[in-house]
Every structure is written in C-alpha cells, then in structure tokens.
T-cell receptor, first 113, second 112 residues
Framework: AQSVSQHNHHVILSEAASLELGCNYSYGGTVNLFWYVQYPGQHLQLLLKYFSGDPLVKGIKGFEAEFIKSKFSFNLRKPSVQWSDTAEYFCAVTRGGNNDMRFGAGTRLTVKP | KAGVTQTPRYLIKTRGQQVTLSCSPI?????VSWYQQTPGQGLQFLFEYFSETQRNKGNFPGRFSGRQFSNSRSEMNVSTLELGDSALYLC???????????FGQGTRLTVV
C-alpha cells in the first residue's frame, strides 16, 4: 500500500544536539512534500514545504529538509535543537494537483535542557 | 488575518447519535480538507472540498459526509456514531490545490 513512513517514533536529544528525522514515501509521480509540527496543546503548523526546484528547502526556526527523489525521502534536519523544539513532527505528502494530504505516524521529539 | 476556525472545540455524544462539525477557512481560501487524528491511526484524510465540490475522499464509511458552502465554509457530519469515532477532527484550508494547508485547532469528539 502507498504510504508515508517516519522511521523514529520518539527521539530524545539534549539541547544543542543535531537533529535528523527520516521520512520516506512510496507514491510515484509528482509529489509535494511537507513537514508539520504540533507543539503541545497547539494546532499543526507548517515548518517547510517542497513543490519543485531546489531540493534543499529551508523552513522556519532553523529547520531544513532535503528531497532525494531517487530515495523517495524528505528528511528533516536542524543543526542545533533547543528545548522549545520539543513537539511532534509530521511528514506529509500530496500527489500532483491534489490536496489530500497523507501523513506519517509522527515523531515525538523531546529535547532535554 | 484570522486563521482556520473550527467549532465547537469539544463535543460529547452518545453512540447512535449524529454530529455536525463546522470549519471556517482563512478568508480567500477555496479548498477545505478534513482529517481525523487518533492515537492509534494517526492523521487520516477524510475528504476535500473545492468550490463546493468534493474533489477527493478518503477511506471512511459513508457515515462520514461533508459539504462546502458558497462562502467556502465547510461542515462535516457523522451519523450513527460509534465509540471508535472518538477523535480529534481537524480542518485545513488552502488557497487552491498544490499550496500549503493551514490547520485549525480541531474539534475533540468523544463518543460515549
């Protein structure tokens, strides 16, 4: 079945550590890729998106992601995490001209001060 | 600019009842999508509306339905509620297709 996979269920890091969260998808054709973040008690917020062009995408709060088409991957990175980055992170995919977003299971990030 | 507004925020319903949830998109946005979020199944796509037409539908039973009005506001309805329908229902609006989606705070539905 076509899906979006996030490899890590729960990641625990200390402040200033580097972060990489994996995301793979299994859809063919044109895809649009997103990372959303959900802070405790808050709504989903967009971190970054990829539609086309430069496969290295920079988002808010120092996050970036790289689209590697050959690997069907869109991994999220941040060089130095802060305690305030503690949240749940979701990778999502839409296909072609559709808006039906397919989400990964999410990765819970805990940053220890 | 006001965000996506969902009402009500919380609902408690009894099995067998029906429920209607409302979503007001960001002004000017014509696409509205609905999602169900549960601890077990995560975020699952329900349906998407654009200019009052359903464009896509997820893999949910016919008890789940929706509509969009001419002002882009959308409602979703769940009939004959089951315990398993307890979830956070999220609405997202987009300017058009292939643009980013903005999410509301959600409606927390509890079926008892």
């Amino acid at each position: 079945a076509q899906s979006v996979s996030q490899h890590n269920h729960h990641v625990i890091l200390s402040e200033a550590a580097s972060l990489e969260l994996g995301c793979n998808y299994s859809y063919g054709g044109t895809v649009n890729l997103f990372w959303y973040v959900q802070y405790p008690g808050q709504h989903l917020q967009l971190l970054l998106k990829y539609f086309s062009g430069d496969p290295l995408v920079k988002g808010i709060k120092g996050f970036e992601a790289e689209f590697i088409k050959s690997k069907f991957s869109f991994n999220l990175r941040k060089p130095s995490v802060q305690w305030s980055d503690t949240a749940e992170y979701f990778c999502a995919v839409t296909r072609g001209g559709n808006n039906d977003m397919r989400f990964g299971a999410g990765t819970r990030l805990t940053v220890k001060p | 600019k006001a965000g996506v507004t969902q009402t009500p925020r919380y609902l408690i319903k009894t099995r067998g009842q029906q429920v209607t949830l409302s979503c007001s998109p960001i002004s000017g946005h014509r696409s509205v999508s609905w999602y169900q979020q549960t601890p077990g199944q995560g975020l699952q796509f329900l349906f998407e509306y654009f200019s009052e037409t359903q464009r896509n539908k997820g893999n949910f039973p016919g008890r789940f339905s929706g509509r969009q009005f001419s002002n882009s506001r959308s409602e979703m309805n769940v009939s004959t509620l089951e315990l398993g329908d307890s979830a956070l229902y999220l609405c997202a609006s987009s300017l058009t297709w292939r643009t980013e989606a903005f999410f509301g705070q959600g409606t927390r539905l509890t079926v008892v």
